[in-house]
């Protein structure tokens, strides 16, 4: 587990660095320093005098009088050449002057002494209302960095009775001890009552009712801050330690005198040296460069996380040039962040708090910085600071699952997931736990020939839908019931099975809005407010549930605003049901062709088919692996009540195996929209969702099935009935003819170019989904200024392409991709619900392949209905 800063004991021996001088002091009301069992009153180089053990032993009730000291020891600070020992239960009680919030700095070092061997010294350490330490062992804190262990704790309590107690007891046959105890006031404004959850994204409120543990505090791009140089005595550490990929960030450094504090945010915050420094992106000397700058740090994921970030732009010279991103644990923590309009200038102080909840943490916490895909800025990204804090968890403590009354930490929260879920609100439940064994056990308990089909995630669909979640939706139930829908494998909230009958008329079949290969999918009221689909799955489905707990692990990974999200779900009585948010304009396919619905304008088919490059692109970059959905299709892209379009049905995805460009794989998908080398190779890439999103450009263009047996066997397949028209260049006598007066040829000609770059022979030819969404944003900047120009009878000429080099310059070979890099156009911007899964028309799989291609290979398939 990381330490407060374990660096932090250099910072008593390091020079000083001068703050500005208009900085306002903060005199604390409650300022008890205690250096115990000194017997000399220690001074430290910031000014801060420590009272002995005289001076302070009416703080203290201690049933023995044990010291230790020593006359020299290798430590940076005179705080740890004394300790007082406690072989049973001692209290030190401060009178406080005021309520608020209180730093609280605990001092360990174990000294040499006859008492008891410190190194094996096992106690707690509580306050009236919280655990700070539980079973603290000096030894299992050593790191390779700690010298001489030498630990500090720091800690930030909301302190509101007059009387406060710090509480050692040492474990059976055990002690415990103490260098140095500070309870010092710090400023009420330092933690605001409101901060931003990272996931679902909407405000939390509440957070003077936690404690806090200092476990970073960073300067990026600069240098140590002490605590002599600091406006509340902190210490921040430079990045160096945690930065990954030096070579692809810059520093930068301007004068303290530079930085100006705009009306409630004062140095308090952060001093100007932390403001006066920051980490930009490096010159990766290509065009439109594209990468991450990221910063690595350990965490648990038995807590939630504080996250404030320090930004000041010190970079521009110009309003309006910066624009960029956040990201924390690949999720969007801050999108499209434009400084200078948020602070209205330049080099001005601003911070965002962000919570993150443990369930988004499985390997610690990562921060990454990017640019925005915004038109008029420039490619760059900025942090001055970061601090990271640990949040108490529902029983108030800081470590481990036990409160001070030895009240334990829900059982629902088990294993490393108990802890900060529940105390950030997102509680976890122990029923989802034990409810997602009892779904493994029974499903594998079913018949063999069950057990021999192959795919629980065809309905299992992702749980997280990025920056645009569930419960940010203005359709959903709301902030006030999000702790609801967080299960410690993130499944959301559990349903009873009563619940699902009530809310489907006992599954009556007027209720069905989608039937597949699964089973039915049912519209439902839940909550009295709340429209959801329930897909209930059928045991006599073709498609069975196998490799549970796999596919689990990798819908864990897919949060985007243009995949599909996961309310909740029920396992009663062998029952697999899931809850999904309805999609109340269905499949993209219905607006198409087939349903007499009002036709969509090429502008909404634009819409469509970048928001679903977006949800691909991610699924192929977004995790450290890459998936490949393998059923890419226009029945599986859903629009919700804004038309933004969702990736739906994984149940045929694969990860793409590490250190590989393909995996061997039987062949599976819908016929019409099957990569042709994959029908050869057996072997999949991410090329093939390519190919059969170059089918769905075609649809979305001609507004006809990708297969169609009843027309003449030329026009059977639609992927080569549109190329033999485009390389006529004559892909207009072929489109929907309800778009003949509204549509650019320009951007036609641009869409049928990415369209027959999708469709390439060989998936070396083929552009990544990235490309392929660059081309398609140009068709719509096209198209928009077609429009515009079309209604102030004006030249359409004032667009101009972004630069090819852009597309063609790759990022350096360590860049990182970011979580969802799809460029953003003002359409889909907004944020907007997410789709439940429509029902699995048209998969199929091939058992015998031949080498073949085009209306060959459909002639094996002729009496199959188009799909």
């Known amino acids: 587990m990381a330490l407060l800063l374990v660096l932090l004991f250099t910072l008593f021996a390091s020079p000083s660095l001068v703050l500005s001088a208009s900085t306002p002091p903060f005199t604390?009301?409650?300022?008890?320093?205690?250096?115990?069992?000194?017997?000399?009153?220690?001074?430290?180089?910031?000014?801060?005098?420590?009272?002995?053990?005289?001076?302070?032993?009416?703080?203290?009730?201690?049933?023995?009088?044990?010291?230790?000291?020593?006359?020299?020891?290798?430590?940076?600070?005179?705080?740890?050449?004394?300790?007082?020992?406690?072989?049973?239960?001692?209290?030190?009680?401060?009178?406080?002057?005021?309520?608020?919030?209180?730093?609280?700095?605990?001092?360990?070092?174990?000294?040499t002494n006859s008492v008891f061997d410190l190194q094996k010294a096992t106690f707690n350490v509580l306050t009236d209302k919280y655990t700070l330490l539980h079973n603290f062992n000096i030894n299992q804190n050593k790191n390779n960095n700690t010298k001489n262990q030498?630990?500090?704790?720091?800690?930030?309590?909301?302190?509101?009775?007059?009387?406060?107690?710090?509480?050692?007891?040492?474990?059976?046959?055990?002690?415990?001890?103490?260098?140095?105890?500070?309870?010092?006031?710090?400023?009420?404004?330092?933690?605001?009552?409101?901060?931003?959850?990272?996931?679902?994204?909407?405000?939390?409120?509440?957070?003077?009712?936690?404690?806090?543990?200092?476990?970073?505090?960073?300067?990026?791009?600069?240098?140590?801050?002490?605590?002599?140089?600091?406006?509340?005595?902190?210490?921040?550490?430079?990045?160096?330690?945690?930065?990954?990929?030096?070579?692809?960030?810059?520093?930068?450094?301007?004068?303290?005198?530079?930085?100006?504090?705009?009306?409630?945010?004062?140095?308090?915050?952060?001093?100007?040296?932390?403001?006066?420094?920051?980490?930009?992106?490096?010159?990766?000397?290509?065009?439109?460069?594209?990468?991450?700058?990221?910063?690595?740090?350990?965490?648990?994921?038995?807590?939630?996380?504080?996250?404030?970030?320090?930004?000041?732009?010190?970079?521009?010279?110009?309003l309006g040039n910066l624009y960029f991103n956040v990201y924390i644990n690949g999720n969007m923590a801050i999108s499209d962040l434009d400084l200078s309009h948020t602070v209205n200038g330049l080099a001005i102080p601003y911070y965002k708090d962000i919570v993150v909840n443990s369930s988004l943490i499985s390997d610690g916490l990562s921060v990454q910085i990017g640019p925005s895909r915004m038109d008029n800025s420039a490619p760059n990204a900025i942090l001055n600071g970061l601090e990271v804090m640990k949040i108490s968890n529902s029983v108030d403590s800081l470590d481990g699952e036990f409160g001070v009354d030895g009240k334990k930490e829900e059982s629902g929260s088990s294993g490393a997931r108990r802890g900060a879920v529940a105390a950030v609100g997102f509680g976890l439940m122990f029923g989802a736990f034990v409810g997602l064994g009892a779904?493994?056990?029974?499903?594998?308990?079913?018949?063999?020939?069950?057990?021999?089909?192959?795919?629980?995630?065809?309905?299992?669909?992702?749980?997280?839908a990025g920056d645009n979640s569930f419960m940010s939706s203005k359709n959903s139930m709301g902030s006030h019931k999000s702790n609801m829908y967080n299960s410690a494998l993130g499944l959301g909230r559990y349903f009873t099975f009563q619940e699902l009958q009530d809310a489907t008329n006992n599954f009556d079949s007027s209720k069905i809005i989608g039937v597949g290969g699964f089973g039915n999918v049912y519209i439902a009221v839940i909550d009295d407010e709340t429209t959801v689909a329930v897909k209930r799955g059928n045991p006599q489905s073709e498609q069975g549930i196998?490799?549970?707990?796999?596919?689990?692990?990798?819908?864990?990974?897919?949060?985007?605003?243009?995949?599909?999200?996961?309310?909740?779900?029920?396992?009663?009585?062998?029952?697999?049901?899931?809850?999904?948010?309805?999609?109340?304009?269905?499949?993209?396919?219905?607006?198409?062709?087939?349903?007499?619905?009002?036709?969509?304008?090429?502008?909404?088919?634009?819409?469509?088919?970048?928001?679903?490059?977006?949800?691909?692109?991610?699924?192929?970059?977004?995790?450290?692996?890459?998936?490949?959905?393998?059923?890419?299709?226009?029945?599986?892209?859903?629009?919700?009540?804004?038309?933004?379009?969702?990736?739906?049905?994984?149940?045929?995805?694969?990860?793409?195996?590490?250190?590989?460009?393909?995996?061997?794989?039987?062949?599976?998908?819908?016929f019409g929209y099957l990569d042709p080398e994959y029908f050869r190779r057996q072997q999949l890439t991410d090329k093939s969702d390519v190919y059969s999103f170059g089918v769905v450009l075609l649809e979305a263009l001609c507004a006809r099935p990708a297969i169609n047996p009843a027309l003449p066997r030329e026009q059977v397949n639609l992927a080569d009935w549109g190329m033999q028209w485009k390389r006529k260049d004559l892909l207009e006598k072929i489109m929907d003819p309800l778009l003949a007066d509204s549509i650019n040829p320009e951007s036609m000609k641009k869409f049928g170019e990415a369209a027959e770059k999708c469709l390439a022979e060989h998936g070396v030819d083929r552009p990544t989904m990235g490309d392929v969404l660059w081309n398609l944003e140009y068709a719509l900047q096209l198209q928009e200024a077609f429009t515009q120009g079309k209604a102030d009878d004006d030249s359409t000429n004032s667009v101009a392409p972004p630069s090819t080099e852009a597309v063609a310059s790759p990022a350096p070979t360590s860049a990182i991709v970011p979580p969802a890099t799809a460029p953003t156009t003002a359409s889909n911007s907004a944020n907007r619900p997410a789709p439940i899964p429509e029902g699995d028309e048209g998969s199929a799989e091939a058992h015998t392949i031949n080498d073949q291609s085009g209306t060959d290979i459909f002639a094996q398939f002729s009496n199959l209905n188009g799909r």
């Not at 029974?442 to 997280?464: A, E, G, I, M, Y």
Request: hydrophobic share 40%; charged share 20%.
């Open 28 to 111: 604390p009301q409650d300022n008890f320093l205690i250096d115990c069992g000194a017997t000399n009153k220690a001074t430290l180089p910031d000014g801060r005098a420590f009272k002995t053990e005289a001076e302070s032993g009416q703080l203290l009730k201690a049933e023995d009088d044990n010291k230790a000291s020593v006359d020299k020891a290798d430590v940076p600070s005179p705080l740890y050449l004394s300790a007082r020992i406690f072989k049973s239960d001692a209290t030190y009680s401060f009178h406080m002057a005021r309520p608020g919030w209180h730093w609280v700095r605990l001092h360990f070092y174990p000294v």
């Open 546 to 670: 196998t490799e549970f707990q796999t596919e689990i692990q990798m819908l864990s990974k897919l949060r985007h605003r243009h995949l599909v999200s996961l309310i909740g779900y029920c396992d009663e009585n062998s029952e697999m049901i899931l809850v999904y948010e309805y999609m109340s304009n269905g499949p993209f396919r219905d607006h198409l062709y087939g349903k007499n619905l009002a036709p969509l304008t090429w502008k909404q088919r634009l819409d469509i088919c970048i928001g679903a490059a977006r949800g691909l692109h991610y699924l192929h970059t977004g995790t450290a692996q890459g998936i490949i959905h393998r059923d890419v299709k226009t029945t599986n892209i859903l629009l919700d009540d804004q038309f933004t379009a969702k990736v739906a049905d994984f149940g045929l995805s694969k990860d793409a195996t590490m250190g590989q460009n393909h995996v061997s794989t039987a062949v599976k998908g819908s």
């Open 439 to 464: 779904m493994v056990y029974k499903w594998r308990k079913r018949p063999q020939d069950w057990q021999k089909r192959n795919s629980f995630s065809s309905w299992l669909l992702p749980v997280h």
């Open 150 to 318: 030498v630990f500090l704790k720091e800690y930030l309590l909301n302190i509101t009775n007059q009387q406060f107690s710090i509480k050692f007891s040492p474990m059976k046959n055990s002690a415990a001890f103490i260098n140095a105890i500070e309870v010092v006031s710090a400023p009420d404004n330092l933690i605001t009552d409101t901060a931003n959850n990272l996931q679902p994204t909407t405000q939390f409120q509440g957070m003077s009712k936690f404690g806090y543990e200092t476990m970073y505090r960073v300067n990026m791009g600069g240098p140590l801050i002490t605590s002599a140089n600091d406006t509340l005595g902190r210490s921040w550490l430079p990045d160096d330690a945690y930065i990954k990929s030096k070579n692809m960030a810059k520093e930068v450094l301007v004068g303290t005198s530079t930085v100006k504090y705009p009306d409630g945010v004062t140095p308090q915050i952060a001093p100007p040296t932390v403001y006066a420094t920051a980490v930009q992106m490096a010159d990766a000397v290509v065009s439109g460069q594209n990468f991450n700058i990221s910063w690595n740090f350990q965490a648990t994921n038995a807590f939630g996380y504080l996250i404030r970030l320090h930004f000041c732009d010190i970079v521009s010279k110009s």
